[in-house]
């Protein structure tokens, strides 16, 4: 009999990373275009290069806001609606977006962004999903194959800012907010996908397993936790967006300044667009496409390990952006080596932050991490749009770098057995 139940709860499991990984891809494409154009809409609209960070602050303080609500959301009916209603809130906000830039309405603008950002709360809270029925010898697999299936949607969404803009002008659509149309319809598919699909929900049914295995060993399984350990998990996952966010969410503004000096100062709205497209593609193809790999490291060399590896990366990112900012090229690798080792401590630290905390803690600790997370990001970008003004693009790697060193100082925390 336990064979059998083995059995299904694995075949339970594929279904599951399949569905949520559909939903990913679909779900990248708002999240890519919103990170390319949010800076660019938010300058353009609001006439200050200083307030362009608010863009970024305000699809993370969005996701922020709805992280906690969703996760418990999530504990008591299900991913299934939790994942629904974030995908709705998105559906929402590029609506909101697309008629901001119509009217020129800056306030608008942010409020649409705000709720993008709620609907990201639903894809980050996706790869949690896909580890409420994973082995604990595969967990870090199963998590990071759901974040790389973000890669598809997240380096398109970039990539249609071309084509957007010829269809958007093809319809009569405002400028630069073409591509919004390709995401309103890749969330409208992710939103009926997880309706249709995603059955049984998987951490309805996880509960159910935990409980039936409290229940035989009569009593709770709250002494695996290991609050300390989630604690520092929390903190490096928050610590590793932020240096993440705060960096790329200057770079379309400081690509712009760069085409500008290129041309004489009269670059084309295109030529920005292309610049800024690509380096974004590759930034997003950086923060998932080898996520599977970095999963499987974190399965079998440790969580920690693959957590400080990725510090090493976000440190080589920060010497780029530092040292080679005047370069298209040495932006684009910043923003690489930016995007590879915000994946390596992500996925890291999210499989960590779940084996360190007890099952019937998971969800509220989850929703706490992700909320933790897009709050410091949105604080981070806002004095990054600052620290651009006064100190140039450096000023901004030389910040972060501050972040970074408390996060290794602090490693020590990820090992202990409390």
């Given at each position: 009999?336990?064979?059998?139940?083995?059995?299904?709860?694995?075949?339970?499991?594929?279904?599951?990373?399949?569905?949520?990984?559909?939903?990913?891809?679909?779900?990248?494409?708002?999240?890519?275009?919103?990170?390319?154009?949010?800076?660019?809409?938010?300058?353009?609209?609001?006439?200050?290069?200083?307030?362009?960070?608010?863009?970024?602050?305000?699809?993370?303080?969005?996701?922020?806001?709805?992280?906690?609500?969703?996760?418990?959301?999530?504990?008591?009916?299900?991913?299934?609606?939790?994942?629904?209603?974030?995908?709705?809130?998105?559906?929402?906000?590029?609506?909101?977006?697309?008629?901001a830039a119509a009217l020129r309405n800056f306030p608008m603008l942010l409020a649409g962004i705000l709720m993008i950002g709620a609907g990201n709360a639903g894809n980050l809270q996706s790869r949690f999903?896909?580890?409420?029925?994973?082995?604990?010898?595969?967990?870090?697999?199963?998590?990071?194959?759901?974040?790389?299936?973000?890669?598809?949607?997240?380096?398109?969404?970039?990539?249609?800012?071309?084509?957007?803009?010829?269809?958007?002008?093809?319809?009569?659509?405002?400028?630069?907010?073409?591509?919004?149309?390709?995401?309103?319809?890749?969330?409208?598919?992710?939103?009926?996908?997880?309706?249709?699909?995603?059955?049984?929900?998987?951490?309805?049914?996880?509960?159910?397993?935990?409980?039936?295995?409290?229940?035989?060993?009569?009593?709770?399984?709250?002494?695996?936790?290991?609050?300390?350990?989630?604690?520092?998990?929390?903190?490096?996952?928050?610590?590793?967006?932020v240096v993440m966010a705060s960096v790329m969410a200057m770079t379309p503004i400081h690509l712009s300044h760069m085409a500008h000096s290129a041309h004489g100062g009269h670059a084309s709205s295109t030529?920005?667009?292309?610049?800024?497209?690509?380096?974004?593609a590759l930034h997003v193809a950086g923060m998932y496409g080898l996520s599977p790999v970095f999963g499987i490291l974190a399965d079998r060399l440790g969580r920690l390990r693959v957590v400080l590896l990725?510090?090493?990366?976000?440190?080589?990112?920060?010497?780029?952006?530092?040292?080679?900012?005047?370069?298209?090229?040495?932006?684009?690798?910043?923003?690489?080596?930016?995007?590879?080792?915000?994946?390596?401590?992500?996925?890291?630290?999210?499989?960590?932050?779940?084996?360190?905390?007890?099952?019937?803690?998971?969800?509220?600790?989850?929703?706490?991490?992700?909320?933790?997370?897009?709050?410091?990001?949105?604080?981070?970008?806002?004095?990054?749009?600052?620290?651009?003004?006064?100190?140039?693009?450096?000023?901004?790697?030389?910040?972060?770098?501050?972040?970074?060193?408390?996060?290794?100082?602090?490693?020590?925390?990820?090992?202990?057995?409390?």
């Open positions: 009999m336990i064979e059998v139940a083995a059995v299904n709860q694995a075949a339970v499991q594929r279904r599951t990373v399949l569905v949520l990984s559909l939903g990913q891809v679909l779900g990248g494409i708002a999240f890519g275009a919103t990170v390319s154009l949010g800076a660019l809409l938010a300058a353009d609209l609001s006439g200050d290069d200083a307030l362009s960070g608010l863009a970024t602050a305000s699809v993370t303080l969005g996701a922020a806001l709805c992280a906690i609500p969703l996760a418990r959301l999530a504990s008591r009916v299900g991913r299934r609606r939790a994942l629904t209603l974030g995908n709705l809130f998105a559906l929402v906000g590029i609506g909101v977006v697309i008629l999903a896909a580890t409420d029925l994973a082995s604990p010898q595969h967990r870090g697999r199963d998590l990071s194959v759901v974040v790389w299936a973000t890669t598809v949607g997240g380096v398109s969404g970039p990539l249609l800012l071309g084509p957007g803009e010829i269809v958007g002008q093809a319809i009569g659509m405002p400028p630069q907010t073409g591509s919004y149309l390709f995401s309103l319809v890749a969330q409208a598919a992710a939103f009926l996908l997880y309706i249709v699909a995603l059955r049984p929900d998987p951490l309805l049914t996880a509960q159910r397993i935990a409980r039936d295995a409290a229940a035989s060993l009569s009593g709770s399984l709250s002494q695996l936790d290991r609050p300390t350990v989630a604690r520092y998990a929390i903190f490096v996952i928050a610590g590793s967006h030529d920005i667009s292309a610049l800024v497209g690509v380096t974004i990725g510090q090493v990366l976000l440190a080589g990112a920060l010497g780029f952006a530092i040292f080679a900012n005047d370069s298209a090229s040495g932006v684009m690798t910043a923003l690489v080596l930016l995007g590879l080792g915000w994946s390596a401590a992500t996925v890291a630290g999210a499989a960590l932050l779940t084996e360190a905390s007890a099952p019937e803690l998971r969800t509220r600790r989850q929703g706490r991490s992700d909320s933790l997370m897009s709050l410091c990001a949105a604080a981070g970008a806002v004095l990054a749009g600052v620290i651009l003004a006064n100190f140039q693009y450096a000023g901004v790697g030389i910040a972060a770098s501050v972040l970074l060193i408390v996060m290794v100082v602090l490693a020590p925390l990820g090992r202990t057995q409390k």
